[in-house]
């Protein structure tokens, strides 16, 4: 499985980080996601980390996480 981590600009301000598979590009149900983060580098940041971390588990089955920012600590 190949994952693939995106940020973008949130519309209402903040920054949004999911990882999905290039099979799965449905926005809906990332296998990892949390939005409004203050700034770009926040969300490369974090996103490279849970990239590294689902990687590592190399696993056929991984679970699907989603939440904000304040939630992500």
Partial sequence: MKLRLHIH???LGGWCAD???DHDRQPDDPYWC???WPTLQDALTAGCRQLATLTAAQQNTLP???GQFESAA
């Fill in 9 to 11: 600009h949130e519309y």
């Fill in 19 to 21: 990882i999905d598979d």
């Fill in 34 to 36: 949390v939005n409004r």
């Fill in 64 to 66: 699907r996480l989603s």
